[in-house]
């Protein structure tokens, strides 16, 4: 995700101070990650600097100074080219799993045993996130299915090389 992008888009509805930028984007996108205040006012002070946005006033107070934020037209042509473009397709051809799973056959562990567990966890956070997509709004709801979709993606992977292990070790050990 491109925080900046994103905090450009949330400027495009009036200009906000950098606390404010910070409380909307753990509303909407921080679920899991939220975004810490020093990464806030790293890319604002960024996007200043490339002229996307601008400091719109501030307001002095008991501690540093609060400025607040506008979009200028070159953020908000930044943000609609972000937008029109398609994000590239990540077919993870080369994961940590698959890497694992033939180090393990190589230094003669149980590739099983791994898969096992992996499996295991995958479920895990499978219930985890329909427990958590049960109780959410619209807004969770979707995060949670496209992080379920993958994870269901990962189980079916697990399970074919599983079906495989005997054959994926005759092919590594040549």
């Not at 950098?18 to 604002?44: C, I, N």
């Not at 506008?70 to 930044?78: E, H, K, L, R």
């Not at 190589?106 to 590739?111: D, F, I, N």
Request: charged share 30%.
């Amino acid at each position: 995700m491109s925080i900046g992008h994103t905090l450009l888009g949330l400027l495009e509805s009036g200009p906000r101070h950098g606390y404010d930028l910070k409380r909307a984007f753990d509303e909407r996108f921080g679920h899991d990650r939220p975004l810490a205040y020093g990464q806030v006012y790293s890319t604002m002070a960024r996007l200043l600097k490339n002229g996307l946005v601008e400091v719109d006033g501030i307001e002095p107070g008991g501690g540093p100074e609060r400025k607040r934020y506008a979009i200028t037209d070159a953020g908000v042509t930044d943000v609609e080219s972000w937008l029109a473009q398609p994000e590239k397709p990540e077919p993870y051809l080369q994961t940590t799993l698959y890497t694992k799973v033939v180090l393990a056959i190589l230094t003669g562990r149980p590739a099983a045993d791994l898969l096992d567990t992996q499996r295991a966890e995958h479920l895990r956070l499978m219930r985890e996130l329909t427990r958590r997509k049960s109780g959410g709004d619209l807004a969770d709801q979707l995060i949670c299915d496209h992080a379920l979709f993958h994870l269901e993606a990962d189980l079916r992977w697990l399970e074919l090389t599983a079906a495989r292990l005997d054959q994926l070790a005759a092919e590594v050990t040549r």
